[in-house]
């Protein structure tokens, strides 16, 4: 049996109030499972590659009843570690004119927000894991947590000898302990063999600035071209490095998305078709989509333009999908894939 993918990170429930109010008198408040590394570990296992997840949660009904439905999407979940005082909550109010709402976190105190050294015994948990998977996500809710990310990062390193990979997602809402994402991610960045992101989560991550003479066109040529000169920087900054991917999401007309991607690995920078749209449904979850699917394709052995198009194909299918993970099968996207017409 092949090694799994850990995907380590805090599970969420996400809470959809209408912008209206209308929840409050109609006594509906449709929720979904969320966590940006649980829906990597979602989409790993639909499309076939074996697929575990690491959280805590507190032991009781709910939190089961949550463990079991992703246990039926195929996601390992016996490496959860129980117990602690609640599950982490995030409020997303959804309908029209919703630009000044944004994100409410709902997250302190958290079992996962509550985890220090040396409570988890790492050697166990990676046990039949052959690749690591992080966010930047983890090491923003405190410093303790930071340092648990570390933790499990030198025991997949040092001792397991394990590819990682973080996404470098940067939440503005969070990283508020006192730290910043400079201070801290860089110390986890040189554990990884393969690094996601954009070019301003690769500033605010990691210090490596954006060069607005390059972007200033606002053309694909010049982010690409600035797409190489990033992922050059991170290869040379952190030596363990070979992979870096990068995302490019643009608001097109009202509502609409234009996106595309890039991948650098062994010296040359690979770009994804093209997609745009007038309209999308949900823009969450669609870059860990992209992750999940480079992952696959990489793990599967598959050329690089073929691993980057149905990783790009799958995250813009994410867009149509109301909920924080994927439910589509590799088949039904590779079908998408061959009927796109930009």
């Known amino acids: 049996m092949s090694k799994k993918v850990l ?26 499972i969320g966590g940006a ?31 079991g439905y992703l246990e039926e999407k195929g996601v390992d979940m016996s490496r959860v570690q129980y117990g602690g005082e609640r599950l982490g909550l995030y409020f997303l109010p959804t309908g029209k004119d919703m630009k000044n709402a944004g994100v409410i976190y ?11 050294p040396g409570m988890v015994d790492w050697d166990a948990v990676l046990q039949d894991v052959g690749w690591l998977h992080f966010s930047a996500i983890s090491p923003a809710l405190n410093l303790q947590v930071a340092k648990v990310t570390e933790e499990l990062l030198k025991a997949a390193s040092e001792r397991k000898g394990l590819t990682i990979s973080v996404d470098l997602n940067y939440r503005a809402k969070l990283w508020q302990y006192g730290s910043a994402p400079t201070d801290i991610m860089p110390e986890l960045v040189q554990y990884c ?37 990033t992922s050059e920087r991170i290869i040379e900054q952190f030596p363990r490095v070979k992979h870096v991917a990068n995302t490019f999401r643009f608001d097109h007309g009202v509502g609409g998305i234009q996106y595309y991607t890039a991948f650098f690995t062994e ?6 078709k093209e997609y745009v749209s007038e309209k999308i449904l949900d823009k969450v979850g669609s870059g860990d989509c992209f992750m999940g699917g480079l992952i696959h394709g990489l793990l599967a052995g598959k050329p690089v333009q073929e691993t980057l198009e149905f990783a790009t194909a799958a995250a813009y299918q994410k867009l149509f999908i109301p909920s924080d993970a994927t439910h589509q099968r590799a088949h039904e996207i590779e079908k998408f894939m061959a009927s796109y017409e930009g």
């Open 267 to 272: 010296g040359r920078l690979h770009h994804s």
């Open 37 to 67: 590394e649980a829906n990597v570990a979602t989409a790993l296992a639909l499309w076939g590659t074996p697929s575990a997840y690491f959280t805590a949660m507190p032991d009781n009904l709910l939190c089961r009843q949550v463990a």
């Open 106 to 116: 709902d997250r302190a105190h958290s079992s996962f927000a509550s985890l220090k």
């Open 193 to 229: 063999d393969f690094v996601m992101g954009n070019l301003w989560a690769a500033e605010k991550m990691l210090g490596i600035p954006v060069d607005g003479s390059v972007i200033a066109e606002g053309d694909k040529k010049g982010y690409l071209e600035h797409a190489q000169m």
């Open 7 to 32: 995907s380590f990170g805090e599970l969420l429930l996400r809470i959809c109030p209408d912008g209206n109010g209308d929840w409050l008198k109609e006594n509906v408040l449709p929720f979904y």
